[in-house]
């Protein structure tokens, strides 16, 4: 998973796609809600982290947003905490290791 680096570390950067810059037809608004998640998973540049900070920073319905979201990604994270008994792991396991050949007669 990628991390918001700091800018001007170009080394670190790499594999961070920037968001374009482009705003969509319905405005930065819509822009900003649809990278929401890539902003909380700190998927983005540090340039466009900043620009996502200033947004929410002045805009009430995105911040709004922001909040639902962190809430789901909490109640995701807690509802998601408990690991699955050993037997139905090792079953998992087996059959997700598990090679099928399948041949077609012509």
Known sequence: MSRN????DA?????IEPIPH????????DHVV????EYLDSEMTEDDAA???AHLAHCSPCLAELSLDELVRQLLRRSCAD?????L???LYAQFSATAVITREA
Do not use: K, Q
Request: glycine share 12%.
């Open 89 to 91: 792991r090792a079953r």
């Open 11 to 15: 080394d670190a950067a790499e594999g």
């Open 51 to 53: 620009r996502m900070r």
């Open 34 to 37: 649809e990278h929401l998640w």
């Open 5 to 8: 680096v700091p800018s001007g």
């Open 22 to 29: 482009a705003v969509s037809e319905g405005g930065e608004c």
């Open 83 to 87: 690991r699955a008994p050993e037997t």
